[in-house]
């Protein structure tokens, strides 16, 4: 009998899903299985990362509507990252450490972008106490970094900077032909620097005062610390917004 691996991923972001991108491939090149689907009940924030991610992964055997195992931590050390982490709950070992992400698909070179510096100020999940771009503008100005486009903001949670030139995508992919044209690019903790991480793109990463290490995952990144420019009114509501979802935890419990 065959052995099998579902991965059933329950976090839907970019970044969420790539954290687990390795596994297959080791799965398969230890023999510690022989199968690796991914569980449809997984969630996915858009539909593109189950193609980029795990659609063209040749290590993924394709795609099952059983329920699969979920494991997560963001445990790290000076030589175990989190995917490193996530490899272990898995019962996965290859005697490497300090994993990347991985994807598969071959980026379209766009030769108008060669050389350019770009800044994603797009992030979901929290990256530190980070609130308006002074803290940002001061460090591209204190390192004489001159920024050639911006990514055009996509969502409620971002940090832009001022009359910069704008830059889309029009899916994943076509993120991916940018990432992989351009010379460097600068984000927060979010998908766009574990993407980049995997593309292998020069990538410098801002975080805030707070922000928790696990997810400073990638030995290609760069990680630049900005402390934070929270106001008391800032700092009260997030202690307020911490205190409801630890209420909301405890009454969940009975």
């Given at each position: 009998m065959k052995k099998t691996l579902i991965i059933e991923i329950q976090k839907g972001g970019l970044g969420d899903h790539l954290f687990?991108?390795?596994?297959?491939?080791?799965?398969?090149q230890t023999n510690a299985f022989d199968l690796v689907f991914i569980s449809n009940k997984s969630q996915f924030r858009n539909e593109d990362y189950?193609?980029?991610?795990?659609?063209?992964n040749p290590f993924v055997d394709g795609f099952t509507d059983e329920s699969g195992i979920f494991h997560f931590s963001t445990y790290y050390t000076d030589t175990q990252n989190l995917l490193?982490?996530?490899?272990l709950l898995y019962g996965l070992e290859d005697n490497k450490r300090m994993h990347e992400p991985e994807i598969y698909y071959?980026?379209?070179?766009?030769?108008?972008?060669?050389?350019?510096?770009?800044?994603?100020?797009?992030?979901?999940?929290?990256?530190?106490?980070?609130?308006s771009n002074l803290l940002i503008q001061k460090w591209f100005r204190d390192n004489?970094?001159?920024?050639?486009y911006q990514m055009v903001v996509l969502g409620n949670r971002f940090i832009a900077l001022r009359d910069q030139p704008l830059l889309s995508a029009a899916n994943i992919f076509d993120f991916c032909n940018i990432l992989a044209s351009i010379d460097t690019i600068?984000?927060?903790?979010?998908g766009t620097a574990t993407l980049a991480a995997a593309l292998k793109v020069k990538?410098?990463?801002?975080y805030g005062k707070g922000h928790e290490k696990g997810y400073r995952h990638s030995l290609q990144n760069k990680y630049i610390y900005l402390g934070t420019d929270y106001r008391f009114v800032d700092q009260l509501k997030k202690m307020l917004f911490q205190l409801y979802h630890l209420f909301t935890?405890?009454?969940?419990?009975?």
């Amino acid at each position: 009998m065959k052995k099998t691996l579902i991965i059933e991923i329950q976090k839907g972001g970019l970044g969420d899903h790539l954290f687990y991108s390795h596994l297959p491939r080791i799965a398969k090149q230890t023999n510690a299985f022989d199968l690796v689907f991914i569980s449809n009940k997984s969630q996915f924030r858009n539909e593109d990362y189950k193609k980029l991610i795990w659609e063209l992964n040749p290590f993924v055997d394709g795609f099952t509507d059983e329920s699969g195992i979920f494991h997560f931590s963001t445990y790290y050390t000076d030589t175990q990252n989190l995917l490193d982490t996530l490899m272990l709950l898995y019962g996965l070992e290859d005697n490497k450490r300090m994993h990347e992400p991985e994807i598969y698909y071959q980026p379209i070179l766009k030769a108008n972008l060669k050389g350019a510096i770009v800044y994603d100020p797009n992030f979901i999940s929290y990256t530190g106490d980070l609130r308006s771009n002074l803290l940002i503008q001061k460090w591209f100005r204190d390192n004489h970094v001159q920024v050639n486009y911006q990514m055009v903001v996509l969502g409620n949670r971002f940090i832009a900077l001022r009359d910069q030139p704008l830059l889309s995508a029009a899916n994943i992919f076509d993120f991916c032909n940018i990432l992989a044209s351009i010379d460097t690019i600068y984000c927060f903790t979010t998908g766009t620097a574990t993407l980049a991480a995997a593309l292998k793109v020069k990538t410098f990463v801002f975080y805030g005062k707070g922000h928790e290490k696990g997810y400073r995952h990638s030995l290609q990144n760069k990680y630049i610390y900005l402390g934070t420019d929270y106001r008391f009114v800032d700092q009260l509501k997030k202690m307020l917004f911490q205190l409801y979802h630890l209420f909301t935890r405890k009454n969940n419990l009975f």
